[in-house]
Nanobody
Framework: QVQLVESGGGLVQSGGSRRLSCVVS????????IGWFRQAPGKEREGVSC????????QYTDSVKGRFTISRDNAKNTVYLQMNGLKPEETAVYYC????????????????YGQGTQVTVSS
């Protein structure tokens, strides 16, 4: 059974940093693409970043380039999203997700999603 469990959310001041973790089970982490998405109240879910399988190829939405970094630790079955320079408009529920493909894209719907973790950025 595929499971993705996010953690690391919370309250952070504008300009601050937060590292989100996504622990996966039920599949081999390095076989499939993993993405991070976010959804703010009243807005559609947005692709933030993703990492392809068996490679270091990553993708970021333009608004987070240079501030966010996605990485994976296959030994720990965990994908991370390091977020620096957070802005109040980035307050959202952040989700990790798995797509049964090798090369990732943040512009597609993934097959499995976690329950999400709330990140609140205060001004």
């Amino acid at each position: 059974q595929v499971q993705l469990v996010e953690s690391g959310g919370g309250l952070v001041q504008s300009g601050g940093s937060r590292r989100l973790s996504c622990v996966v089970s039920g599949f081999t982490l390095d076989w499939y693409a993993i993405g991070w998405f976010r959804q703010a109240p009243g807005k559609e879910r947005e692709g933030v970043s993703c990492i392809s399988a068996r490679t270091d190829i990553t993708q970021y939405t333009d608004s987070v380039k240079g501030r966010f970094t996605i990485s994976r630790d296959n030994a720990k079955n965990t994908v991370y999203l390091q977020m620096n320079g957070l802005k109040p408009e980035e307050t959202a529920v952040y989700y990790c997700a798995e797509d049964r493909t090798r090369y990732c894209s943040i512009d597609v719907w993934y097959e499995y999603y976690g329950q999400g973790t709330q990140v609140t950025v205060s001004s």
